[in-house]
């Protein structure tokens, strides 16, 4: 990206800590498959703050008017949860791993930890309100000799899963609801996509250094706040793949660039604020082939319209790749008034509706040609609460770039979520006591910081003569410790455990099986008898698989049920000179190149049982001694 653009980006990450505990109760961190064995059904409203002033973002999500289901478990959700019971105090173990964090990011932590409350009503937690608490400030982190700030750090807990949605409720599961988080916060110092990227990822590799995360889809999320001169802070939620974020700040840098010049054209034009004039036109569709209109039609509903001033070829105009601004005006519809999108004359006649019923709803609204109109179908206070959100979009044209929370989708362009946030939307927590941080404390913690993955990297190298490539998959594993403790404690080869974890179980990954299930001491136990020659090296795969098909049985169980019991060298010998000499005419003919023809024998006989190269020496040894007897 270009420097000129005046591009400024901002990274918070959200991160799951792998505590024993909630953060405010003592109820496990995990999540569940199985059936829940409860469910509460609650109403949310907003709540004014201590300034007496109500939060934008909360009345917006008030004002959709949704009932919210909580389903749960009876042995691993409790009152707190459910907020029948005050909190707990804030869960130490998390504090410990926060400090720890904010230590490494070379942040100054705060003399005494308030928690505090973030009203949030989209149903996601059952308080209408987030836990969250300051851990530290004023940090940074180097990326090619360019200091980024790190703004703030704090601990909250995460929210409930959602598990399904329609359009007047949403089912939410307590199981993830309350688990410690830590969340970071960067300056607005980044210049680039390509820079925000590297930023999340040297973030992210200081997290893992902790040994305290949790991992998989959904225990990490990078939020992006992006602007360009001119521009305005818009943050961009949930994206979820570190490759993305350049895509995604690119696409946004389009975005605000294309609204400018919007913006731009419409002074030109002379347009006027669009006036929030609502039509019914429905008679007009009344015999129409178009398949949306005549459901809605026919279902009660109504055909509303209109009449957007000089923004005619305006919602035609692409802002993102295959996103127009008329995109925008239907993301409003949609999270507004409830509705499946609108249709606009800039892309009419299509879609069922003729060009004569374009005529006719151009002349019922006084259409002039540098004019848009907009329709929406469907119910009909849907529909007019979709349009009054139309048209107030339509108004934020004429000054740019409006600040908003987007979504980030797949392919990096985003779509409206909601207005940004004001200042009203934070409060004391006073049910929770505050937690001192004395001088002891973090010197205890500094005195026992993590190694980085960057100097893990080179010890592993050094240390353990690993490839560069396959020292850093192993560091940023989550078996890195199982790793050093099967390399350093039991003397196993450090390049056949590495390549364990992130190949064999890479491979076993794209056949479907699900490796990260397997039992830990179960894969120690496997890895360190193929070390005591128990059974070889090519069983392993097999092992592993077995075990994950059969949950609940043992490595022993394995071994038995794929008959790998350990066989006798002299054993081996004796079936390697059978051989030999029952193909004595191919060893004169071949020679050594004999050994990988006859290979194929020996090891339908002692495949999983015997090592390979175990089995290929002794062949290469008789076959050799077979040749000088003759």
């Given at each position: 990206m270009n420097s000129n653009t005046g591009v400024r980006v901002g990274i918070e990450i959200h991160q799951q800590l792998d505590t024993s505990d909630k953060l405010f109760c003592g109820c496990p961190?995990?999540?569940?498959?199985?059936?829940?064995?409860?469910?509460?059904?609650?109403?949310?409203?907003?709540?004014?703050?201590?300034?007496?002033?109500?939060?934008?973002?909360?009345?917006?999500?008030?004002?959709?008017?949704?009932?919210?289901?909580?389903?749960?478990?009876?042995?691993?959700?409790c009152l707190v949860e459910l907020d029948e019971e005050p909190p707990h105090e804030l869960?130490?173990?998390?504090?410990?791993?926060?400090?720890?964090?904010?230590?490494?990011?070379?942040?100054?932590?705060?003399?005494?930890?308030?928690?505090m409350r973030k009203i949030v009503i989209d149903g996601s937690n059952t308080t209408g309100f987030q836990r969250t608490a300051k851990i530290a400030l004023d940090g940074w982190l180097d990326d090619d000799?360019?200091?980024?700030?790190?703004?703030?750090?704090?601990?909250?807990?995460?929210?409930?899963?959602?598990?399904?949605?329609?359009?007047?409720?949403?089912?939410?599961?307590?199981?993830?609801?309350?688990?410690?988080?830590?969340?970071?916060?960067?300056?607005?110092?980044?210049?680039?996509?390509?820079?925000?990227?590297?930023?999340?990822?040297?973030?992210?590799?200081?997290?893992?250094?902790?040994g305290r995360i949790k991992r998989g889809l959904g225990t990490i999320r990078q939020d992006l706040n992006v602007s360009i001169e001119g521009g305005a802070r818009v943050e961009i939620k949930g994206v979820q793949e570190l490759g993305l974020i350049p895509t995604v700040v690119d696409y946004e840098v389009m975005r605000q660039k294309r609204l400018l010049e919007i913006r731009d054209e419409l002074k030109k034009r002379g347009t006027l604020q669009p006036r929030p004039e609502i039509s019914d036109i429905t008679e007009i569709f009344a015999s129409t082939e178009s398949k949306v209109i005549k459901r809605a039609i026919q279902s009660g509903g109504?055909?509303?319209?209109?009449?957007?001033?000089?923004?005619?070829?305006?919602?035609?105009?692409?802002?993102?790749?295959?996103?127009?601004?008329?995109?925008?005006?239907?993301?409003?519809?949609?999270?507004?008034?409830?509705?499946?999108?609108?249709?606009?004359t800039d892309e009419l006649p299509a879609f069922g509706i003729t060009d004569f019923e374009v005529r006719s709803v151009r002349?019922?609204?006084?259409?002039?040609?540098n004019d848009c109109i907009v329709m929406v179908a469907g119910e009909e206070q849907s529909c007019k609460s979709a349009l009054v959100?139309?048209?107030?979009?339509?108004?934020?044209?004429?000054?740019?770039?409006?600040?908003?929370?987007?979504?980030?989708?797949?392919?990096?362009?985003?779509?409206?979520?909601?207005?940004?946030?004001?200042?009203?939307?934070?409060?004391?927590?006073?049910?929770?006591?505050?937690?001192?941080?004395?001088?002891?404390?973090?010197?205890?913690?500094?005195?026992?910081?993590?190694?980085?993955?960057?100097k893990k990297i080179e010890r592993y190298t050094r240390e353990f003569s690993l490839s560069q490539d396959l020292a850093s998959l192993i560091v940023d594993s989550p078996y890195s410790a199982t790793f050093e403790d099967l390399v350093i404690n039991h003397g196993l080869t450090p390049s056949f455990v590495a390549a364990t974890f992130e190949y064999t179980f890479k491979m076993l990954r794209r056949e479907g099986v699900d490796v990260d299930l397997l039992d830990r001491n179960a894969i120690r136990e496997v890895l360190i008898r193929v070390h005591r020659g128990e059974f070889a090296k090519e069983a392993v795969p097999?092992?592993?698989?077995?075990?994950?098909?059969?949950?609940?049985?043992?490595?022993?169980?394995?071994?038995?049920?794929?008959?790998?019991s350990a066989v006798g060298i002299e054993s081996v010998r004796r079936s390697v000179s059978e051989i030999v000499?029952?193909?004595?005419?191919?060893?004169?003919?071949?020679?050594?190149?004999?050994?990988?023809?006859?290979?194929?024998?020996?090891?339908?006989?002692?495949?999983g049982k015997v090592d390979g190269k175990v089995i290929h020496d002794l062949l290469l040894e008789e076959v050799r001694k077979a040749l000088q007897d003759r």
């Open positions: 961190t995990l999540l569940r498959d199985e059936e829940p064995h409860f469910t509460v059904v609650r109403r949310l409203k907003p709540t004014t703050s201590e300034l007496g002033e109500v939060d934008r973002a909360a009345l917006f999500e008030s004002e959709k008017g949704k009932v919210f289901h909580y389903q749960g478990y009876k042995d691993s959700t869960n130490r173990e998390a504090v410990s791993v926060a400090l720890t964090v904010a230590l490494l990011l070379n942040m100054k932590p705060v003399d005494e930890i308030h928690v000799g360019q200091r980024i700030s790190i703004q703030s750090l704090c601990l909250e807990e995460d929210a409930a899963r959602k598990i399904s949605e329609t359009s007047d409720r949403v089912v939410y599961r307590l199981d993830r609801l309350g688990i410690p988080l830590v969340e970071i916060s960067t300056g607005p110092d980044i210049r680039s996509g390509e820079q925000a990227r590297r930023v999340a990822l040297r973030i992210g590799r200081i997290l893992k250094a902790t109504k055909v509303l319209a209109v009449l957007l001033s000089d923004f005619g070829g305006i919602l035609k105009e692409e802002i993102q790749p295959g996103r127009r601004f008329g995109t925008e005006l239907s993301d409003h519809a949609k999270v507004y008034g409830g509705v499946g999108g609108i249709f606009h002349e019922r609204l006084g259409a002039a040609d959100a139309v048209v107030r979009r339509a108004e934020m044209a004429l000054k740019g770039v409006p600040p908003e929370v987007r979504a980030a989708n797949p392919d990096g362009t985003t779509h409206f979520m909601r207005p940004m946030p004001g200042s009203a939307r934070m409060y004391p927590e006073t049910d929770v006591p505050s937690i001192v941080v004395t001088k002891a404390t973090l010197e205890k913690i500094r005195s026992n910081l993590p190694e980085l993955l960057e097999e092992i592993f698989r077995w075990l994950a098909l059969n949950k609940g049985k043992s490595v022993s169980d394995a071994v038995s049920a794929l008959s790998l000499e029952k193909n004595i005419e191919i060893v004169k003919r071949e020679g050594e190149r004999a050994v990988s023809r006859l290979m194929g024998d020996l090891m339908k006989l002692y495949r």
